[in-house]
């Protein structure tokens, strides 16, 4: 199985008003491979958004990319130019935003919504065929009575729904990665629960997928690869199973620790103390330093490296 996207040392900031860059994602390394789902786990505020905005190249303003590359099938994407960008975008990768509630366009029917992005890649294509392909779309995330639906405006889904309809647009040009921000937020437990289903099925029809989330829960469902970020650093990466039976760095510890179970005894959850500290507080040593109960000084003083700690499973820790 080949690369599909890979992260080589990349790291990218924000410039303020007076021409300071305050580094945010800090030499990210890391692969999505062809056939395999990966976990991008942390907090809010770790850097796992801007990640795949950084992958899309839809950064915003102030964004300044500092080093480091981001290979597409060994080619870099931050050297394409806006038209081949914009070629990649939905064809090569597609992505299913956050907030499906507000990612679609109230005046446009749902059939125009994702039929945009086949007319858009494909202007060969006749109304009746592109029409048909939203149809098989609609059918395949399982949006019953398709025909009535196609032409409904999004007022008229639910939250579920709409999410499903942002999964078909995002599918409907079977991208090699289809990258999920946060594919379930907002949604209950049992539409959560189909949701995944669906997503499990097109990984299975699909050459990869990214998974963006703050829920492990999600990530033990249907990952096989996970990366936990923290303040802009991949502190921890391994396969599913290396991260969830032997997590090593704190962080990873205190996230794993503050997950409720069916079998929890009857005491006050964990949770990890203090909160992600913004872009212009990280210090000169390890970023998660004035939240671990185990720092020293040499914690907070300098960067902790890289290290491999069993065949696919690395950590950046001073204690490991």
Same mark, same amino acid.
């Given at each position: 199985?080949?690369?599909?996207?890979?992260?080589?040392?990349?790291?990218?900031?924000?410039?303020?008003?007076?021409?300071?860059?305050?580094?945010?994602?800090?030499?990210?390394?890391?692969?999505?491979?062809?056939?395999?789902?990966?976990?991008?786990?942390?907090?809010?505020?770790?850097?796992?958004?801007?990640?795949?905005?950084?992958?899309?190249?839809?950064?915003?303003?102030?964004?300044?990319?500092?080093?480091?590359?981001?290979?597409?099938?060994?080619?870099?994407?931050?050297?394409?130019?806006?038209?081949?960008? %914009?070629? /990649?975008?939905?064809?090569? *990768?597609?992505? @299913? +935003?956050?907030? !499906?509630?507000?990612?679609?366009?109230?005046? &446009?029917?749902?059939?125009?919504?994702?039929?945009?992005?086949?007319?858009?890649?494909?202007?060969?294509?006749?109304?009746?065929?592109?029409?048909?392909?939203?149809?098989?779309?609609?059918?395949?995330?399982?949006?019953?009575?398709?025909?009535?639906?196609?032409?409904?405006?999004?007022?008229?889904?639910?939250?579920?729904?709409?999410?499903?309809?942002?999964?078909?647009?995002?599918?409907?040009?079977?991208?090699?990665?289809?990258?999920?921000?946060?594919?379930?937020?907002?949604?209950?437990?049992?539409?959560?629960?189909?949701?995944?289903?669906?997503?499990?099925?097109?990984?299975?029809?699909?050459?990869?997928?990214?998974?963006?989330?703050?829920?492990?829960?999600?990530?033990?469902?249907?990952?096989?690869?996970?990366?936990?970020?923290?303040?802009? %650093?991949? /502190?921890?990466?391994?396969? *599913?199973?290396? @991260? +969830?039976?032997? !997590?090593?760095?704190?962080?990873?510890?205190? &996230?794993?620790?503050?997950?409720?179970?069916?079998?929890?005894?009857?005491?006050?959850?964990?949770?990890?103390?203090?909160?992600?500290?913004?872009?212009?507080?990280?210090?000169?040593?390890?970023?998660?330093?004035?939240?671990?109960?185990?720092?020293?000084?040499?914690?907070?003083?300098?960067?902790?490296?890289?290290?491999?700690?069993?065949?696919?499973?690395?950590?950046?820790?001073?204690?490991?």
């Amino acid at each position: 199985m080949g690369t599909i996207v890979e992260f080589k040392d990349y790291s990218m900031g924000f410039q303020d008003d007076n021409g300071k860059v305050y580094n945010l994602l800090d030499r990210l390394s890391f692969k999505v491979e062809e056939g395999k789902a990966l976990g991008v786990v942390g907090e809010s505020g770790c850097g796992k958004s801007m990640t795949s905005l950084s992958m899309m190249r839809l950064l915003p303003d102030g964004a300044v990319v500092q080093g480091g590359e981001i290979l597409l099938e060994g080619e870099n994407i931050l050297n394409m130019s806006k038209e081949k960008m %914009q070629q /990649i975008r939905g064809e090569k *990768l597609a992505m @299913i +935003f956050q907030e !499906p509630m507000t990612a679609l366009n109230p005046v &446009l029917t749902i059939g125009q919504q994702i039929g945009e992005s086949l007319t858009l890649h494909h202007p060969e294509m006749k109304k009746q065929e592109v029409r048909q392909k939203v149809l098989e779309a609609l059918e395949e995330v399982g949006i019953a009575n398709p025909e009535t639906r196609i032409d409904q405006y999004p007022h008229e889904f639910s939250g579920g729904m709409r999410q499903r309809v942002m999964i078909a647009m995002a599918m409907i040009n079977r991208p090699a990665l289809l990258i999920a921000d946060e594919p379930t937020t907002a949604l209950d437990v049992t539409i959560q629960a189909q949701i995944l289903d669906i997503m499990k099925r097109l990984k299975n029809a699909s050459s990869g997928l990214m998974v963006i989330t703050h829920n492990l829960g999600i990530v033990a469902e249907i990952c096989e690869e996970v990366v936990v970020m923290y303040a802009g %650093q991949a /502190i921890e990466r391994g396969t *599913l199973k290396a @991260i +969830f039976d032997n !997590p090593l760095h704190p962080y990873t510890k205190g &996230l794993m620790a503050s997950v409720p179970t069916i079998r929890s005894e009857k005491k006050p959850l964990y949770t990890i103390p203090g909160t992600v500290p913004t872009v212009y507080d990280f210090g000169t040593g390890c970023r998660f330093a004035d939240r671990c109960e185990h720092c020293t000084e040499k914690c907070r003083k300098e960067v902790p490296p890289v290290k491999m700690a069993e065949k696919d499973h690395l950590v950046q820790c001073w204690l490991i």
